[in-house]
């Protein structure tokens, strides 16, 4: 039975549940209106969803199919964020970010806890 690699597994699951934080602080008692007006904190976030974008890609297959979790959006987040002309759908990525990045995070940390004990 194949395993997966530990350590590259490890250390993507680290960087993915670090970005998530990362967007949690910015963007914490900030509001959609805010968050929509403010290009520097679109920046912090947008880059940190970039940063979740390409670590995914770091953890084996093998891992990732355990877990019930729609990974091949992760991979697509640049084209969530930007429209045909290159305009970011803030409103889409604030979406992102309250709906989607909870499911995430709890994800990641079971994955964690799984890597832990399995």
Do not use: C
């Amino acid at each position: 039975m194949k395993r997966f690699d530990d350590r590259r597994s490890a250390a993507a699951v680290a960087a993915l549940l670090q970005a998530i934080a990362q967007i949690s602080h910015h963007v914490q008692q900030v509001s959609q209106e805010e968050f929509r007006s403010n290009t520097t904190l679109q920046d912090a976030v947008f880059f940190q969803l970039s940063v979740i974008s390409e670590k995914v890609q770091d953890i084996d297959r093998f891992f990732l199919d355990r877990y019930d979790y729609p990974w091949y959006q992760l991979k697509t987040f640049r084209k969530l964020m930007l429209n045909d002309k290159f305009h970011v759908r803030v409103d889409a990525v604030w979406l992102l970010i309250e709906k989607d990045l909870p499911d995430l995070k709890k994800t990641l940390e079971m994955m964690k806890s799984g890597m832990k004990h399995g």
